[in-house]
């Protein structure tokens, strides 16, 4: 069964530093790889996917991620970070399923963000 | 841009009590979801539905939880006996065919008392 896990349950960062939230995943294939931010009171927003070919994906509102397999990450980055950025991080997981796919989700990541 | 609804927003239930949480996917979707995610705890999957029947369930979907999908629009998770544990935020979601991106709603909050 797949698996991910955050390492880090908060982190806190100045307003235009620079952003890593990590990521490690476990599964026996190539995995389908995801990036969610959840606002308070949100729901879960994609930010970015990874299904298969170029190793560094761009997303939504300036993230980008890489899928390392040797290293079974998948590592979310901002070069500068927003206030609005303050959220709820989730990687997720997802293993194939007939024209689907059930992602598992690691417990989260929270992003503070210092003025 | 299309999105995920969901309603109520909150739900304040007592426990024994059931519920209805309900759910308009994108039209033109095909796949279906339902997630929780107790208060500080990850988000976790429950079921899914595809040509009107579940495809796929986790060891939380037991008896007490049914979906149904009653007309074209509408996506609906029932707990028949609402137990305090059952407190937590429910998430919709649904995808088009083919290996595409889910789309959540903003979530159900069930609070069992």
């Known amino acids: 069964a797949q698996s991910v896990t955050q390492p880090d349950i908060h982190i806190t960062v100045s307003e235009g530093a620079s952003l890593e939230l990590r990521c490690n995943y476990s599964y026996g294939a190539t995995p389908y790889l995801f990036w969610y931010v959840q606002s308070p009171g949100q729901g879960l927003q994609l930010l970015l996917k990874?299904?298969?070919?170029?190793?560094l994906v761009q997303g939504i509102k300036g993230f980008e991620a890489e899928f390392k397999r040797s290293q079974s990450s998948f590592n979310l980055r901002k070069p500068s970070v927003h206030w609005s950025d303050a959220a709820e991080y989730f990687c997720?997981?997802?293993?194939?399923?007939?024209?689907?796919?059930?992602?598992?989700f690691g417990r989260g990541t929270s992003l503070i963000v210092h003025p | 841009e299309p999105e995920v609804t969901q309603t109520p927003s909150h739900q304040v239930t007592q426990m024994g009590q059931e519920v209805i949480l309900r759910c308009v996917p994108i039209?033109?979707?095909?796949?279906f979801y339902w997630y929780r995610q107790i208060l500080g705890q990850k988000v976790e999957f429950l079921v899914s539905f595809y040509n009107n029947e579940i495809s796929e369930k986790s060891e939380i979907f037991d008896d007490q939880f049914s979906v149904e999908r009653p007309d074209g629009s509408n996506f609906t998770l029932k707990i028949r006996s609402t137990k305090l544990e059952d407190s937590a935020m429910y998430f919709c979601?649904?995808?088009?065919?083919?290996?595409?991106?889910?789309?959540f709603g903003p979530g159900t909050r069930l609070t069992v008392t």
């Open positions: 039209s033109n979707h095909l796949y």
């Open positions: 997720a997981v997802g293993a194939p399923l007939g024209g689907s796919y059930i992602p598992t």
């Open positions: 979601a649904s995808k088009g065919g083919g290996y595409y991106e889910q789309y």
């Open positions: 990874y299904f298969s070919g170029d190793t």
